[in-house]
């Protein structure tokens, strides 16, 4: 990956210069690893971004659970019996909002203001190669989107007594909606970095855009409350999909019914994921440089 900067040298220029020596095989990797537990020490450190990021699901989990719970179950019959609790019929939109602001608004403000602290211009004239900072971002929102992900299954379970799928085949449908999602959610977020023009203003142009996808894509109202105009724009986005493809995870098949398509459309979720991916690859080949365009 040849990534042009605005410094004199760059690790790819290190690599091909004959003045200085290839790095030893298996060294990026290495550092990859390394850099994944510096930036996981960092990311708890932080905590404005463990709040916003880590606990936020768990959290409004929490809220709307407490909030909704004397309105009954959802999709209840009329004499009283079959539906979901409220905590269960919230459980996968929150669990798509973890992966969304551990992916996209992580990685996108961390980056912005590395960029403009000149954290990244440091990185940029030491021997780090560009895989490796990448690697070490990636496993950073990994590691800490699986914590937090368990971490809300298991208050979802414990304290809302939300019961988890039984059904094998269902946590096969999850681990793939997730690392898709994740993957997704990543590359977007290194993307999404090179849009605010300073660190401060990271936040305040991040955030919105997150709060936007959120609300329009079925994670914190129903999907099928939202005019047809609106679940068509959310349609074009990759969040209405992470979370329709969990709520085919944790929700009774009979729910299908309320989706934009009248069914779970797994297909498309793992389309519409894969394309965004490859967008996000792309945008982040022609957007990323270790020190900011003036």
């Known amino acids: 990956m040849s990534l042009t900067t605005d410094t004199t040298t760059t690790s790819t220029d290190r690599a091909a210069s004959p003045f200085v020596p290839p790095l030893p095989r298996g060294r990026t990797l290495r550092l990859g690893l390394s850099r994944i537990g510096y930036e996981t020490r960092i990311y708890f450190r932080s905590g404005d971004q463990v709040f916003f990021t880590f606990l936020f699901p768990v959290v409004m989990l929490a809220i709307f659970s407490a909030a909704f719970s004397a309105m009954g179950n959802v999709g209840e019959a009329p004499d009283g019996t079959g539906g979901v609790t409220q905590a269960a019929y919230t459980l996968p ?125 079925g994670v914190y109202l129903s999907f099928a409350m939202l005019p047809d105009w609106l679940q068509n724009v959310a349609s074009v986005f990759p969040v209405k999909w992470i979370a329709q493809g969990m709520r085919s995870v944790f929700l009774p098949d009979s729910f ?25 690859l792309v945008l982040t080949r022609l957007s990323f440089r270790w020190v900011r365009r003036s």
């Open 256 to 280: 299908a019914a309320q989706e934009q398509s009248g069914g779970w459309d797994l297909t498309t979720v793992a389309l519409v994921l894969v394309v965004w991916a490859v967008v996000g």
């Open 93 to 217: 939109g929150m669990i798509a909002a973890g992966i969304l602001l551990s992916g996209v608004q992580n990685l996108a403000t961390d980056i912005a203001t590395e960029k403009s602290d000149g954290t990244l211009k440091r990185l940029g004239g030491s021997p780090l190669p560009v895989v490796s900072y990448f690697l070490g971002k990636m496993g950073q929102v990994l590691v800490t989107s699986m914590l937090q992900l368990a971490l809300l299954l298991l208050v979802a379970h414990l304290v809302f007594s939300v019961a988890l799928p039984t059904e094998p085949e269902r946590w096969v449908t999850f681990a793939w909606i997730y690392l898709l999602g994740i993957a997704t959610s990543a590359v977007l977020g290194i993307a999404l970095s090179a849009v605010p023009r300073s660190g401060k203003s990271a936040t305040a142009v991040i955030i919105p855009i997150v709060l936007v996808l959120q609300f329009i894509s």
